[in-house]
Nanobody
Framework: QVQLVESGGGLVQAGGSLRLSCAAS????????MGWFRQTPGKEREFVAT????????RYTDSVKGRFTISRDNAKNSLYLQMNSLKPEDTAIYYC???????????????WGQGTQVTVSA
């Protein structure tokens, strides 16, 4: 098993940047593909970006391509999401997730963090 804790959310103006972090504990993070998902009130949780076990394969949802970068440091058991050129529509709770299988989706992910709020003001 792995436990996931997100940090780095907050309030930022449109066009600004934030860096989310996810700390994994328990089983080593290199055993899992990892990713970021987000959810707004009344909507389904949606895929943002995922990264394979060693970091060699990446996937992004179209709306964040060129603005967000997912990365991981397995030596630190950590996952990151660098978010640039933020837009109000990026406002959501962002969740870190992990799964033994690559690729994985919101419905197949085995482990979830508690989430961190990101709010982008216009």
């Amino acid at each position: 098993q792995v436990q996931l804790v997100e940090s780095g959310g907050g309030l930022v103006q449109a066009g600004g940047s934030l860096r989310l972090s996810c700390a994994a504990s328990g089983r080593a993070s290199r055993s899992y593909a990892m990713g970021w998902f987000r959810q707004t009130p009344g909507k389904e949780r949606e895929f943002v970006a995922t990264i394979s076990h060693a970091g060699g394969r990446l996937r992004y949802t179209d709306s964040v391509k060129g603005r967000f970068t997912i990365s991981r440091d397995n030596a630190k058991n950590s996952l990151y999401l660098q978010m640039n050129s933020l837009k109000p529509e990026d406002t959501a709770i962002y969740y870190c997730a992990a799964d033994p299988t690559w690729p994985f989706t919101v419905s197949s992910a085995d482990y979830w963090g508690q989430g961190t709020q990101v709010t982008v003001s216009a």
